[in-house]
Antibody, heavy 123, light 107 residues
C-alpha cells in the first residue's frame, strides 16, 4: 500500500535552515504530484507546497514563498523540502502527501498522507 | 486566496445523533471540495471528494452535498469512531486551502 515516511524534523533557531525528506513506496512515485502540508500544534491544516510528478512545476503558499524550496529524485522515490530563514510561525508537524491526480492532472485532493515530522523553531 | 469557513468550530453530540457540518467558500469552487477526518495523533484521512463522492472504504453514514460556495458534511448516525476533527478543503484553485476544522466531541 502507499507509504510516505517523513524525516529531518528537529529543533532549529530562528533564521536557521532545515531539510525535510519524504521516502515513498507502494506506488509509482514518478507519476504523482506530492504536497507538503503542515499543522501547527493544536491548530488546523495549512497547505505548504506542491511539486509536479516530474519536478517541472512547483507551487508554494505565500507564507513560505522565497524561503522554502521543493525538489524530488524520482530515481530514489524521495522528496525534499528545504526550509530556510525559519520563523517561529513555521513550527509545525510537516506532512508529505500524495496528490489524487495523475501526471500533469494535479487534482489537489490528498488521499494519502505520511505521519509527519515535527519542526520546532525556537531560540 | 479562497477562504474556507467551517461552522460550528465545535459540535457536541451523542452516539446515534445526526450531525451536520457546514463549509463555506469565499468564492465559487464548483464541486471541488474535499472532506477529511483527523483523529488525535494521526494524519488526516480523506472521506469525500468532489463534494459528494465517498472514498473507498468510508462508511455510508457519511455524505457530502453542495456546490458553488455552500457545502455540508453529514453523519447520519454518529458512531463512537466518528468523534474527531473534520476539515473541508477546496481544490478548485491554487493555493489549496482548508477550513479551520470542526471538532465533534462527546456530549
Amino acid at each position: 500500500q502507499v507509504q510516505l515516511v517523513e524525516s529531518g524534523g528537529g529543533v532549529v533557531q530562528p533564521g536557521g535552515s532545515l531539510r525535510l525528506s519524504c521516502a515513498a513506496s507502494g506506488f509509482t512515485f514518478r507519476n504523482y504530484g506530492i504536497h507538503w502540508v503542515r499543522q501547527a500544534p493544536g491548530k488546523g491544516l495549512e497547505w505548504v507546497a506542491l511539486i509536479w510528478y516530474d519536478g517541472g512545476d512547483k507551487y508554494f503558499a505565500d507564507s513560505v514563498k522565497g524561503r522554502f524550496t521543493i525538489s524530488r529524485d524520482n530515481s530514489k522515490n524521495t522528496l525534499h523540502l528545504q526550509m530556510n530563514s525559519l520563523r517561529a510561525e513555521d513550527t509545525a508537524l510537516y506532512y508529505c502527501a500524495k496528490d489524487g491526480g495523475y501526471g500533469t492532472m494535479v487534482r489537489g485532493v490528498i488521499p494519502a498522507w505520511g505521519q509527519g515530522t515535527l519542526v520546532t523553531v525556537s531560540s | 486566496d479562497i477562504q474556507m469557513t467551517q461552522s460550528p468550530s465545535t459540535l457536541s453530540a451523542s452516539v446515534g445523533d445526526r450531525v451536520t457540518i457546514a463549509c463555506r467558500a469565499s468564492q465559487t469552487i464548483r464541486s471541488r471540495l474535499a472532506w477529511y477526518q483527523q483523529k488525535p495523533g494521526n494524519a488526516p484521512n480523506l472521506l469525500i471528494s468532489e463534494a459528494s463522492t465517498l472514498e473507498s472504504g468510508v462508511p455510508s453514514r457519511f455524505s457530502g452535498s453542495g456546490s458553488g460556495t455552500e457545502f455540508t458534511l453529514t453523519i447520519s448516525s454518529l458512531q463512537p469512531d466518528d468523534f474527531a476533527t473534520y476539515y473541508c478543503q477546496q481544490y478548485n484553485g491554487y493555493p489549496w486551502t482548508f477550513g479551520q476544522g470542526t471538532k465533534v466531541e462527546v456530549k
